[in-house]
């Protein structure tokens, strides 16, 4: 999780409450450095609407939001990247790793395709700095001209 700097002295139960009736947008793009910065190389892949209260009780290490709908359609093509989340105000208060793998918020499909539905199956925080991404990767963008790396 990586929070923005006006709810960084915020414990975790008060972030929670921060989302009652906010929302949930998931990006097929990297995450940028800071949830402070725009997301702007990306059009929403799905936009996940939390219930107020916007969490119930934790069971087996994971959280259990509470979304107005799950599933929702998507509305865009694409592999998750990350999700931002919003209060109900539209004031962005955190950014969480998405996808398969060591992430936050996981689904039911490892890609969206537009109109389908998509299942949030699993959700948890994990700590500032502990986000899975090399550093590196944050905020990067495709460059034309260059190679994919090779491994």
């Not at 989302?19 to 800071?34: C, E, F, N, Q, W």
């Not at 359609?73 to 998405?98: E, H, I, L, M, Y």
């Not at 109109?115 to 994990?126: D, E, L, S």
């Amino acid at each position: 999780m990586n929070v923005t700097q006006d709810f960084t002295s915020c414990s975790l139960d008060e972030l929670k409450a921060l989302l009652d009736g906010g929302k949930l947008t998931v990006y097929s793009v990297a995450r940028p450095i800071t949830a402070d910065q725009p997301v702007d190389r990306s059009a929403p892949l799905a936009t996940f609407t939390f219930a107020s209260p916007a969490f119930g009780a934790v069971a087996d290490g994971l959280e259990n939001p509470v979304f107005a709908a799950n599933p929702v359609n998507a509305s865009s093509v694409g592999t998750p990247g990350f999700a931002r989340a919003q209060k109900a105000d539209g004031t962005v208060v955190a950014d969480f790793s998405a996808g398969p793998g060591n992430r936050e918020i996981k689904f039911s499909e490892v890609s969206f395709s537009q109109g389908a539905p998509v299942k949030i199956t699993a959700f948890r925080f994990i700590t500032e700095g502990g986000w899975p991404e090399r550093p590196e990767y944050y905020d990067t963008r495709p460059r034309t001209g260059y190679p994919m790396p090779a491994t």
